[in-house]
């Protein structure tokens, strides 16, 4: 994943908490999408129950990936994302077993989630109008780079994301779920040394 400088880099420990469960994932991308809620308002809007929806936040707490904001009324705790990003680096990982495990874990829940997104998004495209139509969707492009230029390449692509996320929303901005794969095609060389 990316490296930006303000948003937390991710231990084995964490990510392992992260992805321990599927419905963590879930409540951090919800509390990151639409800010603060309760426990009862998550487990409303993500349909499970509240009971399991306040022990996952606990959880996630422990963590310090979400934090209560102290604007809640006896039980009633407010929670929001503690940061509006995370990233972390797969060789931090290599040789932690439990960090190698979430990995895995947390790569299969991001492609479950994207892929409901985008299923989400076949099933209504129709409601939208023609100019959103035009637009949205995927596409996907075969490039031949060395590690370098994949990284200059990363490093391009995320300052342009990241310009537009600190950007203030025009009239008629709609919030776009914007989903980047780097993903290498057929098996490394000998000299591309260790995977």
């Known amino acids: 994943m990316h490296d930006v400088a303000d948003h937390p880099r991710l231990d084995g420990r964490t990510l392992l908490v992260l992805s321990s469960h599927p419905l963590r994932s879930r409540l951090l ?11 009862t308002q ?13 022990y996952h936040l606990r959880r996630l707490e422990e963590v310090g990936l979400v934090e209560d904001t102290g604007s809640g009324t006896g039980r009633q ?5 503690a940061h509006d990003m995370h990233t972390w680096y797969t060789s931090d990982l290599v040789d932690e077993d439990e960090g ?13 989630h994207f892929s409901d997104r985008a299923q989400r998004w076949i ?16 596409g996907d492009y075969l490039v031949h780079l060395s590690p370098d230029q994949l990284q200059a390449m990363q490093e391009e692509l995320y300052g342009v994301l990241e310009r537009y996320r600190a950007a203030e929303p025009e009239p008629g901005a709609e919030p776009v779920w914007t989903v980047v794969h780097f993903l290498p095609e057929g ?9």
């Open 100 to 112: 190698e495990a979430a990995l895995a874990l947390l790569h299969a829940e991001h492609l479950r």
């Open 77 to 81: 705790r407010v929670w929001r994302a």
């Open 187 to 195: 098996d490394p060389r000998p000299d591309d040394g260790p995977r």
């Open 123 to 138: 099933t209504r495209e129709r409601t939208w109008p023609a100019r959103w139509r035009d637009l949205a969707g995927s």
């Open 42 to 54: 998550l487990a409303r809007t993500l349909d499970t129950n509240t009971g399991a929806t306040s």
């Open 29 to 39: 991308g919800q509390l990151r999408l639409d800010g603060p809620a309760t426990a």
